[in-house]
């Protein structure tokens, strides 16, 4: 069977820009992020019932339990780690898979002495260009487009035809990925940053658990989620075991710097100033920062 990603527009990638647009409308301070990008480009339809209360309240339930939610923490956990890397002095950033992400254009001013490199299939990546285009969104010249089929290209090769710099230090984004690759192409992901990468690189990545693709339900919402990723033809293929990222990692000669299971999240960015608690994040994914 034909995956949609090799046809259409990522799925998940429109999904993500519809929430960070809901996310960045909101009212409510922890929902509210600042990717004021994906309003603009988001589809003409759904960017008017956005404003439509009723209406927006069942975009926001498209979401499986938790996962806008997740979306809102990953983004804003990611920019913050984004900032951190070009504040520090990296060279490069690059963004797999990086489907409507708008960090490259959103945090230009101070990314300026960086190159950020944006790679994606060819489906997806042209779509955002032409979003772009008709919104009159303007890239800086250091945002460099590199379209890539993950599964049979090479990664090493196609960025140095486009100019990325083999041992500077740099920031690696790996968001919404891993958990749509086959195993044997997130090896081949992780060996390309361990010789690709400066020391002091950054590797930033979200992933599953390994027991989401054995359904065993341990998580909140789980169930919803994945019945939702396998209607849209674009199911889970690879996860970690709970508590086996650093040796994964290790295996890449990656160091663990945080590792952010949904608990963290909450505690992070979904508690009052009394700190309670105000919402569940969905419990399948976990965000890890490492370093070479």
């Known amino acids: 069977m034909v995956r949609r990603v090799e046809s259409k527009t990522s799925r998940t990638a429109e999904f993500t820009c519809l929430g960070r647009a809901l996310s960045y409308t909101e009212k409510r301070l922890q929902y509210k992020s600042d990717d004021y990008v994906s309003m603009v480009i988001v589809n003409s339809l759904i960017k008017l019932l956005i404003r439509i209360p009723i209406f927006r309240r069942r975009l926001i339930k498209v979401f499986p339990a938790g996962m806008y939610e997740y979306v809102i923490s990953r983004t804003k956990y ?62 800086p010249e250091n945002l460099v487009f590199v379209p890539i ?8 090769e196609r960025l140095m035809e486009s100019g990325f710099k083999k041992g500077a230090k740099s920031l ?28 002091g690189s950054r590797v930033v990545f979200d992933h599953i658990y390994a027991s989401v693709l054995r359904r ?17 033809n674009e199911g ?19 160091t663990v710097l945080s590792i952010m299971d949904s608990d963290a999240l909450e505690d992070m960015f979904f508690k009052d100033n009394q700190g309670k608690p105000l919402a569940r994040v969905n419990g399948t994914h976990c965000i890890v920062t490492a370093v070479s």
């Open 78 to 139: 990611i920019d913050s780690e984004f900032k951190r890397a070009l504040e520090e002095g990296v060279e490069q950033v690059l963004i797999f898979g990086a489907g409507f992400d708008s960090r490259g254009v959103r945090f230009q001013d101070i990314s300026k002495k960086a190159r950020v490199f944006e790679l994606d299939v060819p489906v997806t990546q042209t779509a955002k260009i032409k979003r772009y285009e008709e919104k009159e969104i303007k890239t």
């Open 149 to 156: 089929d993950f599964e049979t290209q090479s990664i090493a």
């Open 172 to 199: 690696f984004l790996l968001e919404g990925l891993t958990m749509y690759l086959q195993p044997e192409s997130v090896d081949k992901t992780f060996k390309t940053i361990r010789e690709m990468a400066g020391g």
């Open 216 to 232: 065993e339900n341990r998580y909140e919402g789980e169930t919803e989620l994945y019945r939702s990723v396998s209607k849209e």
């Open 236 to 254: 889970f293929r690879f996860g970690i075991e709970n508590g086996g990222v650093t040796e994964f990692l290790a295996g890449y000669g990656l």
